[in-house]
């Protein structure tokens, strides 16, 4: 089942600008991940971040978690035109043998 | 080090054919996924292995899908007969033992259309 929920669903900006994503889930969790998907490509991990985490950076990208509203954030600074790909938050239970519980994505266009 | 391979990359059939999907995940890694992903959709989780047994497959058609991984490395993933809402990229991801926490890694997928 899916249990996180991506939005906006889809975001068309300029390049150079900042892309902002949202994540929301329903149950607690042990860490949340985002994964990044190129068009007719596989899945490619961008970052972990613990749920006794609040923020966590790398590059250009920044997460945030709030566990008390059971959200995330995932920001991408300055964004360029190889950053086009539809990008996915999955969550990990405590008691889910490392499953991933994966939203539906937000599909992000940067236009040139 | 090489990342999971899966083969075909695409594949056209007929509904009611069979059709197999073939997954070598990183060396080591211990634990494979199969995962269907339908346009517009997150994955879904159809099977998961560690080593050579099923650890869940509480989401796998079986009456049409089945799925076996024999020396606990490579893994194959069946379709039988296939069905027009089986359209999918079936992606295979692998995770290394011992870490703690999921980072897993993935294939390029087989993109399957059912006709």
């Known amino acids: 089942s899916q249990q996180g929920e991506e939005d906006p669903q889809a975001l068309s900006i300029q390049e150079g600008e900042n892309a902002t994503m949202n994540c929301s889930y329903k149950?607690?969790?042990?860490?949340l991940q985002w994964y990044r998907q190129n068009s007719g490509r596989g899945l490619v991990h961008l970052i972990l971040?613990?749920?006794n985490e609040r923020e966590k950076h790398s590059g250009r990208l920044r997460v945030t978690l709030d566990t008390s509203k059971k959200s995330s954030s995932l920001l991408i600074t300055a964004s360029r035109a190889a950053d086009t790909a539809s990008y996915f938050c999955?969550?990990?239970?405590?008691?889910?043998?490392?499953?991933?519980?994966w939203g539906a994505g937000t599909k992000l266009i940067i236009k040139p | 080090e090489a990342g999971v391979a899966q083969s075909p990359r695409y594949k056209i059939i007929e509904k009611r054919q069979s059709v197999a999907f073939w997954c070598n995940p990183i060396?080591?890694?211990?634990?494979l996924y199969w995962y269907q992903q339908i346009l517009g959709q997150g994955p879904k989780l159809l099977i998961q292995?560690?080593?050579?047994?099923?650890?869940?497959d509480s989401q796998l058609p079986k009456d049409r899908f089945s799925a076996e991984r024999l020396k606990g490395v490579d893994s194959t993933l069946k379709i039988q007969p296939a069905k027009l809402e089986d359209s999918a990229v079936y992606l295979c991801?692998?995770?290394?033992?011992?870490?703690?926490?999921?980072?897993?890694?993935f294939g390029p997928g087989t993109r399957l259309t059912v006709l």
């Open positions: 292995f560690q080593n050579n047994g099923v650890v869940d």
């Open positions: 060396s080591g890694h211990a634990t």
């Open positions: 149950t607690s969790i042990n860490n």
């Open positions: 991801a692998s995770r290394a033992p011992g870490r703690s926490y999921n980072e897993q890694f």
């Open positions: 971040i613990r749920s």
């Open positions: 999955a969550t990990t239970r405590r008691d889910s043998n490392y499953q991933l519980i």
